[in-house]
């Protein structure tokens, strides 16, 4: 059992940066990917990026390259999404997201069993 609780989240002018951490409690969080998703208001959930259990495999959506940053730390039980250069079309609720499955990360959020509560980010312009 996997349980994560999602903290960094606020209120930034566009340009600007936030560092979103997740949280995570169970025995075999070092088994798990990672990833993170958002979802802004009347649209659907989606993929912002994923990371492996060892950290070695990372998948970032289109939006997100050159601008977000993966990672996770182990020992820590905890994996953190560094945006900088944030648009207001970043302002969603991100959610960090854990899997049991093998393999690389997918982008699809079904791939994902375990979840967050959610953090808000608000980027103005």
């Known amino acids: 059992q996997v349980q994560m609780v999602e903290s960094g989240g606020g209120l930034v002018q566009a340009g600007g940066s936030l560092r979103l951490s997740c949280a995570a409690s169970?025995?075999?969080?070092?088994?798990?990917?990672m990833g993170w998703f958002r979802q802004a208001p009347g649209k659907e959930r989606e993929f912002v990026a994923a990371?492996?259990?060892?950290?070695?495999?990372?998948t970032l959506a289109d939006s997100a390259k050159g601008r977000f940053a993966i990672s996770r730390d182990n020992a820590k039980i905890a994996v953190y999404l560094q945006m900088n250069s944030l648009k207001p079309e970043d302002t969603a609720t991100y959610y960090c997201?854990?899997?049991?499955?093998?393999?690389?990360?997918?982008?699809?959020?079904?791939?994902?069993?375990?979840w967050g509560q959610g953090t808000q980010v608000t980027v103005s312009s």
């Open positions: 997201a854990a899997s049991s499955l093998g393999g690389s990360p997918e982008q699809s959020p079904y791939w994902y069993g375990y």
């Open positions: 169970g025995r075999t969080f070092s088994n798990y990917a």
């Open positions: 990371i492996s259990w060892n950290g070695l495999s990372i």
